[in-house]
């Protein structure tokens, strides 16, 4: 089966194509950074005017590049949410028009389960069950991952995510929009000069907070008499080490209180170097496997989109070609047959 995956739910239009015997023939994306960089951050309607600019060029391209007849898909899927609503409504609306017209069925699906089933685009994969640690700009979430819509989650951020936390301090330390990469970069150049709090470290519970660590980050930038680039690096060290030391001792806790071996990390924060190191050491100790998605596939993409929709067809194929998005759309509320 042939799958056409469509990825539109913010500021990044992503298309791919999946083979379900071959794998990923090939995937493009075009990047809005540069359009909302001037802002300070995500656009709703700029976003969905590039959208429409870009989605179907992206299509025809990689079509092109392929050699493949848009006439040989047998299934497209799209982001259903979550996600800006204009700009989920041009891919879904996209992707529903062109079903209908070729008498295909269409796959809704949750962004975030693409995220959490991107490691799956691997030659070494992961076996259900796993748990999965989502980190991205508006979650961070770990999951129980039983089977393709068999999720129950552990643990949610009770205010700022990782990826918000990441931006926001980027943005205190004057590194623009967005600021994430660009922190872990220069916190390669600090050291552990300053000890910031690593929020619920010591609870039993898997919840995260990071809207505490965020202001102590606040507090000590208002305290420095000059903020030099080598105060700043310091200050991204000490704020990744609080960080990630959170995430890979809440993931360990879910993998012992899952009795789970396997854990998949994706999203976003999932491209970062340090958290990677750390738990992929942690995973010789405690004898757990680590799977990451490739870094291009840790932003968003129609590579996993392509895969999700491949994976969740018998579940989730339709051909009324009726379409509404969820722009609200939490993971738990995925039925096996929505």
């Known amino acids: 089966m042939l799958v056409l995956g469509i990825e539109s739910s913010c500021d990044e239009t992503g298309i791919a194509l999946y083979d379900t015997e071959k794998g ?4 493009t994306l075009h990047s809005q950074v540069k359009l909302h960089s001037f802002y300070g951050g995500v656009v709703p309607e700029l976003a969905s005017r590039d959208h429409i600019k870009y989605i179907i060029p ?5 079509l092109k590049d ?3 007849s848009i006439n040989l898909i047998d299934s497209i899927a799209y982001t ?3 996600g800006l609503s204009g700009a989920l409504l041009v891919g879904s609306s996209l992707a529903e028009a062109l079903a209908y017209s070729l008498n295909i069925p269409s796959i809704p699906v949750h962004h975030l389960e693409g995220h959490l089933l991107a490691p799956m685009l691997e ?3 992961p076996s259900f069950p796993f748990v999965a640690l989502l980190v991205s700009g508006g979650h961070t979430q770990l999951i129980d991952v039983k089977g393709i819509g068999q999720y129950k989650i552990l643990g949610d951020t009770l205010d700022d995510a990782a990826g918000e936390a990441f931006d926001k301090t980027a943005k205190l330390l004057g590194l623009g929009y967005p600021g994430g990469s660009a922190l872990s970069e220069l916190a390669d150049k600090g050291n552990a000069k300053y000890d910031l709090p690593r929020p619920l470290f010591h609870t039993h519970g898997l919840d995260f907070s990071f809207s505490g660590l965020k202001t102590a980050v606040l507090t000590l930038v208002k305290k420095q008499p000059n903020l030099t680039l080598a105060v700043k690096a310091n200050i991204a060290f000490s704020f990744q080490e609080s960080i ?5 001792k809440k993931s360990i806790q879910a993998l012992k209180q899952t009795s789970y071996n396997n854990i998949v990390i994706s999203g976003g924060v999932g491209a970062n170097k340090k958290l990677r190191e750390k738990l992929i050491t942690q ?3 405690e004898n757990f496997r680590a799977y990451f998605p490739k870094l291009e596939f840790c932003t968003d993409n129609g590579a996993m989109i392509a895969l999700a929709g491949a994976l969740r067809a018998h579940l989730s194929s339709k051909n009324d070609y009726k379409f509404s998005v969820q722009p609200r759309w939490k993971l738990s509320e995925i039925e096996s047959n929505f």
């Open 283 to 285: 995973s010789k100790s």
């Open 24 to 27: 990923l023939l090939g995937h």
């Open 244 to 248: 990630t030391d959170v995430l890979v």
């Open 66 to 68: 392929n050699s493949i």
């Open 80 to 82: 259903a949410g979550p």
């Open 123 to 125: 030659d070494d994969k």
């Open 58 to 62: 992206l299509i025809d391209q990689l």
